[in-house]
């Protein structure tokens, strides 16, 4: 196997690396520049900028980086500066490391124990009666260390950051103290409507005071690029097809799926672990109600009309709608184009979701749809659609002598309808049936030969 020249974490990203290689130019020539760098989860967003600092530390600039963290529904305060002073007290020699706390190294203490372990207890009282004291001392620092050399201040996850942290972004996107370069990343896709952040990026977007690069997913192309790059040779291209389809092009789950392929898992419902426990991170922190409705929807075969989502989600009107936006805004489901229903922004979100319900409880919701449709055709749609989700849902539910008729009727509507492959599948999938249900000529209306 040949060894690529392309980095697969370069595929698809050389203009965004190279803006961000030019803002660290900027900053290299005296002056502040801050590039906000958004995205969904597994886009390639830490990728790229680790990429940007391993080339800042080849030119021995210095290098702070943090990470927000979200706990117990709020973010952990001041995470990011407590992990970037750890770093200094860890790299600067002590004379260095004194010039750069300067006055502050007593309170900030309070942050990083280590920093000064036998502070006096009525320092720390002090710091936290006066919260913008501590971020006038964790201002100078930052300016201080910039100072002294060419600084790269990387502020991760800013999703979750907490307020102080906020504040402090938003001095220091303001501040006038230059040789600095100041990167933040934000999964878009959890930055819901009312996030405080996403207020202050568009105002600082309006005053032309950051530069924004959104990460887009990859074009499949760029998909196929990126299996190259990491198998050394050029893939086959029933392999980009199945990488590129399952994954969406993001580039996280194009290495994950590219994984579980070559380790012989080629079950195209395969959903590697890893990819799973991310999905199901960003539902646990849904409320109940869009839970639910997220539920529900992964029970469907794609797009779900909004008179049969709430037919089966069993939530007043006064509970799915916010429940609906509540997902839409946190980017898991999205409107269908015609507006008449909802339906995963991902499939391997909705994979996800449906996997992790219990098996009784994912067979009643498909029973649930079937008898919903049965009641009323209509609520599915045209005539071919309801066939379909009936066909659907009742083999779901593991009630084969409802689910024959429904494929029987599937396949004669598909072939009214001048389609023939999905004719094909449905009487397919009857002639499977026929021998597992009692009856199976009376209830199909249809003898094996026809």
């Known amino acids: 196997m040949g060894t690529s020249l392309v980095s697969p974490v370069l595929v698809g990203r050389e203009v965004e690396l190279a803006t961000l290689r030019e803002g660290l130019a900027r900053a290299e020539s005296g002056q502040l520049v801050t590039a906000l760098v958004g995205g969904e989860a597994g886009v390639g967003k830490s990728r790229l900028v680790q990429e940007l600092l391993t080339h800042a530390r080849e030119r021995e600039l210095r290098v702070l980086t943090g990470g927000c963290v979200e706990l117990g529904g709020g973010g952990i305060p001041f995470a990011p500066i407590v992990e970037m002073l750890r ?15 300067g006055g502050a190294r007593a309170e900030l203490g309070r942050l990083v124990p280590e920093l000064e372990p036998e502070r006096p207890d009525g320092d720390a009282e002090r710091g936290e009666r006066d919260p ?11 300016g201080r260390a910039a100072s002294s050399a060419v600084l790269v201040l990387v502020f991760e996850d800013v999703q979750w950051a907490d307020p102080a942290t906020l504040d402090l ?21 959890e930055l819901h409507r009312a996030h405080p952040f996403r207020r202050m990026a568009a ?41 590129a389809e399952r994954s969406e092009g993001i580039p996280l789950f194009v290495e994950e799926l590219l994984g579980a392929v070559r380790d012989g898992r080629v079950d195209p419902d395969y959903l590697p672990p890893s990819l799973r426990d991310v999905m199901l991170a960003r539902v646990d922190i849904l409320s109940e109600d869009a839970q639910q409705v997220l539920r529900v929807i992964s029970a469907a075969a794609a797009w779900v009309p909004d008179g049969l989502l709430a037919a089966v989600a069993g939530l007043p009107d006064d509970r799915l709608h916010p429940a609906l936006r509540e997902a839409v805004d946190r980017q898991l489901l999205v409107v269908e184009p015609s507006g008449r229903g909802y339906g995963f922004r991902h499939t391997l979100a909705r994979a996800a979701i449906h996997d992790d319900l219990l098996p009784g409880e994912r067979a009643q919701l498909h029973r649930t749809f079937a008898e919903a449709i049965e009641r009323d055709d209509q609520l599915a749609g045209t005539a071919l659609d309801a066939s379909s989700m009936l066909a659907h849902h009742w083999l779901a539910a593991h009630d084969l002598s409802r689910a024959l008729p429904a494929a029987v009727r599937a396949g004669r509507a598909a072939d009214a309808a001048s389609a023939p492959a999905a004719a094909q599948r449905q009487f397919e999938l009857a002639l499977e049936l026929w021998a597992q249900v009692p009856d199976a000529r009376q209830r199909a209306g249809i003898d094996h030969a026809e």
């Open 132 to 142: 913008s004291r501590m971020l006038e001392l964790v201002l100078g620092v930052i």
């Open 87 to 101: 770093t200094l007290t860890r790299e600067l020699p002590p004379p260095e490391l004194e010039a750069v706390l």
């Open 203 to 243: 105002h600082w977007e309006q005053q032309r005071l950051v530069q924004r690069l959104e990460l887009d997913r990859l074009a499949p192309a760029d998909v196929a690029a990126q299996i190259e790059a990491i198998l050394g040779e050029r893939p086959s291209g029933e392999l980009v097809e199945f990488v």
């Open 169 to 189: 972004l938003a001095l220091l996107v303001r501040a006038q103290q230059g040789r600095l370069l100041l990167v933040a990343t934000v999964r878009s896709d």
